[in-house]
């Protein structure tokens, strides 16, 4: 099992400010990698997927980098509506895993 | 609009079974892979699992396998996931997914889910 790490768990930010967010996988997995975002109380959203493409309708402020097993999510002007949970996700192989998330706070 | 809307959650007992399915809408059903993943209260997501457009292929996560079956019925537009044998551990919100289009495992979009509690 592909084991995805995240960090941090908690980033504390003002609205504005850049946010950038690590996973880390546990073997290569070239760019089989998404970007969700989960609010308090409703389901996750696709953000990104194969590792750098924005899904339709996600502003361009979010981006998403990296290959094999470092991969990053940036934002690069938090707004109000950007803290959230962020998770990852692989389907380079059975099974499907996510990250553990961060969580990112208004400082 | 694509719309998925679960239910069929509830309380059920260690040992118990419960079917929970997934009524699809906005999209035609039957060219997607579908997943299910679950959360556990104030958890991470874990993805349970999914099934081909035509329910020829079914993956599940090694913690279900055996316990938990993922059927669709494309004539009806429903996924569903009949859990048997279930544990205290099992105890989650359940999401229904659609697959990206063109791409089997990425999750695009989710509905909002089904609660299962595992409790005597």
């Known amino acids: 099992e592909i084991v995805l790490t995240q960090s941090p768990a908690t980033l504390s930010l003002s609205p504005g400010e850049r946010a950038a967010l690590s996973c880390r996988a546990s073997q290569t997995i070239s760019t089989y990698l998404a970007w969700y975002q989960q609010k308090r109380g409703q389901a996750p959203r696709l953000l990104i997927y194969?590792?750098?493409t924005r899904a339709t309708g996600i502003p361009a402020r979010f981006s998403g980098g990296g290959s094999g097993t470092d991969f990053t999510l940036t934002i690069s002007s938090l707004e109000p509506e950007d803290f959230a949970v962020y998770y990852c996700q692989q389907r380079y192989n059975w099974p499907l895993t996510f990250g553990g998330g961060t969580k990112v706070e208004i400082k | 609009e694509v719309q998925l809307v679960e239910s069929g959650g509830g309380l059920v007992q260690p040992g118990g079974s419960l079917r929970v399915s997934c009524a699809a809408s906005?999209?035609?059903?039957?060219?997607?892979?579908m997943s299910w993943v679950r959360q556990a209260p104030g958890k991470g997501l874990e993805w349970v699992a999914n099934?081909?457009?035509?329910?020829?292929?079914?993956h599940y996560v090694d913690s279900v396998k055996g316990r938990f079956t993922i059927s669709r019925d494309n004539g009806k537009n429903s996924l569903h996931l009949q859990m048997n044998s279930l544990r205290a551990e099992d105890t989650a919100l359940y999401y229904c997914a659609r697959s990206l289009s063109g791409y089997a495992n990425w999750f695009d979009p989710w509905g909002q889910g089904t609660l299962v509690t595992v409790s005597s």
């Open positions: 194969d590792a750098s």
């Open positions: 906005g999209f035609t059903f039957s060219s997607y892979w």
């Open positions: 099934i081909k457009e035509d329910g020829s292929a079914k």
